[in-house]
Every structure is written in structure tokens, then in C-alpha cells.
């Protein structure tokens, strides 16, 4: 008996020295991954690999250790994978904590959004923000809150994600997390970019960069995607700092093996060639961005492929424009928004006016003007309306032809209705008694009642033709009301740009008063004066009703709401004042709260009524 008891003291000493020694194993193998997570994630993978081969490893660490292989995947853009390791680090552990499982939400939720599948990333940050308020873990309901404005923006979504994260920054400047803060300035900065301001985005991206330079966590991928940004606010703004920022991020994600930031990063350079009409030098980083995030990344594709078309078109390989037709872009424009998808088929009606094949450029130019109507920009693209009359005349020949003809039959129908009666009338008179023939002229008399109505009928229908018509000359002459003007603003560019692009060989300073001589005329003649004469003569009304009802709107905010009543695009609000287009949807916004609309619709529709 008493050596059956020292067998088993001397078996369960050994087993806990084994288990001991599994602990510290587990522990060194995870302080070498910690290390590497993200500066060497293939090295880090074989950490974990290491660890999972452990024997007797608690439910918990193989969890732990499932999750951090799903972040591996993320990290590499392998996001099937991810999902998938997540998924088996929320169910491994029956025993799951709370806090852990919301964290583990979070990362598929991440990951989800990276993927392009958004709702499926809200209703994931949501199921954890529910944890972690049952918890009452304010710390990371502000960092789902960060996160579901980081979805928000990557729909296109900027009035949310803006709503959000101007809320959420005063909130984590009073709870006082230096990283949480951080990491909202600069979804904050993304936003504004989005939304057109670039100086002000320039200064969010700036006060991040200090803390993001520390070598904590994911800090110095940050940094890196700051960097990218900064330098694509001033390839906006046109400016060749542009470059130096690009290439500080470009040398950060090829170190941390970041291929997808990486890939983004060259087709920003790309970009910024493209519009400084270097298209050699563009080629290569938009090509080889484009091959690397539509075989990875298509629905992120869209704006790559557009420009990567387009500067072949401009080094006429025409033949490589015409191949890329042969991809399959479905999954690319499904992901896409508006403008991406506008700018997409702008670039397709490019290539079909290089081939001359006017059957795909029509088809091209008729979803082109979908997409215009849907970002309220429908018949106002000038060029776009005078390509699609080339087509739409044959059409419209045809159908006045078919109306003439329509026409030429009812009347035909009337008269031999008419004569018809007559006839019938002397039948009646001529074959039947008096009564009967009282009662017939009875009859008849009701007959030509309901002919009378039927006539009064068709006159009333063409008064409302007549109407339509006369509403339509109305909205033409509306359209003449601003051409005029467009036309100069669009000569006054032209020109100047012509003179600044010195093409005369005209010394700087001569070419710098010409310039200045040329924009003087053009602003001693008081064309918005003859505008807003022009306007008041055909809505009387407008200003007085708008200033009655809306004392706090400045002179510069009616005239910005005349704009809008002429139904003019954003494009050409931004061509007529000089303006960004993005600049045009913020002052567009801002309106809107100032008069109290809560939709664009709510406020074109009250204008429309004055």
C-alpha cells in the first residue's frame, strides 16, 4: 500500500514538473512572438505554431493562441484564413470570459471591414459594444465606437463617420487614453480628406505623428499610413511634398511587410505622376499596384483601374487598355460608390471614343447618366447631354414621325365618326315616324354631348402638353441664365492657364502681368451683378421669401441656394465660384443644418417651391 502511494506521489511530481516546464516554455515562446507580431509576422506565426504544439496547454492559451494567428493572417491580407482562426479561438474555450470573447468579435468584425463585407463588420463591433456595456468597459466601447466610424468611412458613409468621431474625440479627450486619442485623429483626418479639406486633414495627420513614432503595438504602422496620407492630401493640393511623404511610407510598409498599404502607397504615386501628366513615370506604380490589389483586394480596385487605363490611353497602348476589358470587374464596381463608378465609365468612354466604337460609348454615356441623375447631377453634364443628342436625334425623328402619324389616324377616325352620324341622322328622319324620330334626335343629342365632352377632353390634354412645354422652356432658359456665365469662367481659366503654362516664351515677369492684366478684366466686369439681375427677373420672389425666412443666412449663402434653385450640379457650383467639388457637398451641409433640413432632397424640394 505504502509503495502504491509513493508510485502515484512520485508519478502526479512528475506530471507537475512537466506542467511547470509547459508554462515557461508557453512563456518564452510568447514573449519572442510579442516581439515580432508585427515588425516579422512570418517569424511570429512560427512562435505560435511552436506553442500549439505544446502538450497539456490550457483551453484558454490555445484560444489566445488561435486568435493571435487569426491577426497573423490580417496582417498578411490572408483574411479567409483570419476569419477562420478567429472564429475557432471564440468557440475552443467553453469557458470563454466576456471581455475576451467582445475582443475577439472586434478582430472578425476588422477583419470584415478590410474584406469590404461592412455589414457584416457593424453588426459584429455591435454584438461586442453590447459586452463591453453590460461590462460597463468604457475604455473599449470608445474604441468600437472608433472602429464602427472607421466602418462608416469606408462605406462612403462621411456624414456618420463625422458624427461620430467629432462626438468621440471630446469624449477621449476627457477620459484621457493617449493611443484611443490618437487613432481618432487620424480616422478623424481621413475624413476630412474625404470631405475636401486638405490643409485642415494635413493638420490632424501632423498632430498624430508624434505619439505614432513611439515602437508600441501596430504604432509605427500608423505612422506609416500617416505619412501616405499627408502626401496624398498634398498631391491634392498639387504640391510636391507630396513625393518625399510617399516615399517615407513606402520604405516603412515594405520593412514591416505590409503588401496591401504598400500597394496603396504605389498607386498614390502613381496618381500623383498622373496629374502632373508624367504618364512614363506613372505607368509602373499604377500597373503594378492594380495587378497586386485585384488579385488580392478587388473590391478596393476600382479608382486603380481607372487610372491605370487612362494613363495608357494617354502613352496610346491601346491594345493593353482593350485587355483589361476582359477582366472580370464585377466584385470591383459592386464595392465601389458613385463617383468611383462615374470615374470608372468616363474612363471606358475614353477608351471608346480612341477605338471609335460609338455602340459601347453609347451604352457607356447612357450609364453615365444614371450615375449622374443618382449624385444629383442629372442633365447637367454639358458635354455628356451634347454626345447623347448625337445619338437621340435619329430616335427622337422617329418617334415625331410616329405622333404626326398618330395624329393624321384620330383625325381621320373624328371625321368618319361625323360622317357617320350625319348618316345616321338622315336614316332616322327619313326612315322612322315623328315620335321615333324625336326620340332618335334625343338620342343623338346626347351622342354629340359625348363627343362635346370628348373634345373638351383632348383640349384639356393639350393645355397640360402646352403647360408641360412651357415648363420646360422655363427650365431651358433657367439653363441659358447660367451658361453665360459658366462659359466665362470657363474661358478665364483657360486662358490664364494657357498664359501660366507659358507656352509663348514670355520672360516670368511679363508672363506674370499678363496674367494679372488678363484676370483684372475679366473681374472689372461685374458678371454675378448681371446674374443675380437676370435670376431676380424670372424669380422675383426668391431673395426676399429666402431672407425673411432665414435672417442668419449670409449674402454669400443666398447666393450659394440661387445655385442650387437653377438645379446646377455640384461640378458646376464649384466651375461658377471657383471652388472644390468636395468643398461644394461640405457648403452644401452646412446649409442644410443652418436651415434646419435634414436631407438634400428636403432642401431642393422647398426650393423648388419658392
Not at 338 to 354: A, H, P
Not at 376 to 384: A, P, Q, S, W, Y
Request: with cysteine; glycine share 2%; net charge positive.
Amino acid at each position: 500500500m505504502m509503495f502504491k502511494k509513493g508510485v502515484l506521489l512520485i508519478l502526479f511530481s512528475h506530471l507537475a514538473s512537466l506542467y511547470g516546464q509547459n508554462s515557461l516554455v508557453y512563456e518564452t515562446y510568447y514573449q519572442k512572438f510579442e516581439k515580432v507580431q508585427f515588425s516579422d509576422p512570418h517569424r511570429s506565426k512560427k512562435y505560435l505554431d511552436s506553442i500549439l504544439v505544446l502538450p497539456k496547454l490550457a483551453d484558454s492559451l490555445t484560444a489566445k493562441t488561435y486568435n493571435n494567428l487569426g491577426i497573423y493572417h490580417a496582417v498578411i491580407g490572408d483574411y479567409p484564413e483570419a476569419i477562420v482562426y478567429f472564429k475557432k479561438a471564440l468557440t475552443f474555450d467553453k469557458k470563454i470570459l466576456k471581455v475576451v470573447q467582445a475582443n475577439i468579435l472586434c478582430n472578425i468584425a476588422n477583419t470584415q471591414k478590410m474584406q469590404g463585407k461592412f455589414d457584416f463588420a457593424l453588426q459584429n463591433y455591435n454584438q461586442a459594444k453590447t459586452i463591453y456595456t453590460l461590462l460597463e468597459d468604457k475604455k473599449n466601447i470608445f474604441k468600437v465606437d472608433s472602429e464602427l466610424s472607421s466602418v462608416y468611412y469606408s462605406k462612403y458613409d462621411f456624414q456618420n463617420a463625422l458624427s461620430i468621431s467629432v462626438e468621440l474625440i471630446d469624449k477621449l479627450e476627457d477620459f484621457g487614453d493617449e493611443r484611443l486619442i490618437n487613432i481618432q485623429r487620424l480616422r478623424y483626418a481621413n475624413i476630412l480628406f474625404n470631405v475636401g479639406d486638405f490643409d485642415q486633414a494635413i493638420l490632424e495627420y501632423k498632430k498624430t505623428l508624434p505619439y505614432f513614432s513611439k515602437d508600441i503595438e501596430n504604432n509605427i504602422q500608423n505612422r506609416y499610413v500617416a505619412l501616405m496620407n499627408i502626401g496624398e492630401c498634398y498631391s491634392e493640393l498639387n504640391n510636391a511634398a507630396a513625393l518625399s511623404n510617399f516615399e517615407q511610407a513606402l520604405v516603412g510598409f515594405k520593412e514591416m511587410a505590409d503588401s496591401r498599404n504598400e500597394n496603396i502607397c504605389l498607386s498614390r504615386i502613381g496618381k500623383f505622376y498622373n496629374r502632373q501628366k508624367n504618364y512614363s513615370k506613372a505607368l509602373p506604380y499604377l500597373r503594378s499596384s492594380f495587378e497586386f490589389m485585384y488579385a488580392n483586394q478587388s473590391y478596393f480596385s476600382t479608382e486603380i483601374f481607372s487610372f491605370y487605363m487612362r494613363t495608357l490611353l494617354q502613352l496610346n497602348e491601346v491594345d493593353k487598355s482593350k485587355a483589361l476589358l476582359q477582366l472580370d470587374v464585377h466584385v470591383m464596381l459592386s464595392n465601389s460608390n458613385v463617383q468611383e463608378k462615374i470615374f470608372y465609365y468616363e474612363t471606358l468612354v475614353l477608351l471608346s471614343e480612341k477605338v471609335r466604337d460609338k455602340t459601347a460609348e453609347y451604352r457607356y454615356l447612357k450609364i453615365l447618366q444614371n450615375l449622374y441623375a443618382e449624385r444629383e447631377k442629372d442633365n447637367t453634364f454639358e458635354e455628356l447631354q451634347k454626345k447623347l443628342n448625337q445619338f437621340n436625334v435619329a430616335n427622337e425623328i422617329a418617334k415625331n414621325k410616329n405622333l404626326e402619324l398618330k395624329l393624321f389616324t384620330l383625325k381621320l377616325q373624328n371625321t368618319i365618326v361625323i360622317i357617320s352620324a350625319l348618316f345616321l341622322i338622315l336614316a332616322v328622319i327619313f326612315l322612322i315616324d315623328k315620335h321615333k324620330r324625336k326620340t332618335k334626335i334625343h338620342e343623338l343629342s346626347v351622342f354629340q354631348l359625348t363627343q362635346e365632352k370628348d373634345l373638351m377632353q383632348r383640349n384639356n390634354e393639350l393645355k397640360d402638353i402646352q403647360l408641360h412645354l412651357e415648363l420646360d422652356l422655363k427650365k431651358a432658359k433657367e439653363r441659358e441664365l447660367t451658361a453665360l456665365q459658366l462659359k466665362v469662367f470657363q474661358i478665364k481659366s483657360k486662358v490664364t492657364a494657357f498664359l501660366q503654362s507659358n507656352d509663348l516664351k514670355l520672360e516670368t515677369k511679363v508672363a506674370a502681368k499678363v496674367v494679372c492684366k488678363v484676370e483684372s478684366f475679366f473681374e472689372n466686369e461685374d458678371y454675378w451683378r448681371e446674374f443675380e439681375l437676370r435670376f431676380t427677373s424670372m424669380h422675383p420672389t426668391f431673395i426676399g421669401l429666402i431672407r425673411s425666412n432665414f435672417p442668419l443666412l449670409t449674402k454669400k449663402d443666398i447666393d450659394f441656394l440661387i445655385l442650387i434653385k437653377l438645379n446646377l450640379s455640384n461640378k458646376e457650383i464649384a466651375t461658377l465660384i471657383s471652388i472644390s467639388y468636395e468643398s461644394v457637398i461640405s457648403k452644401r451641409y452646412l446649409l442644410r443644418k443652418k436651415m434646419d433640413f435634414i436631407t438634400d432632397n428636403e432642401l431642393v424640394v422647398f426650393l423648388d417651391a419658392l
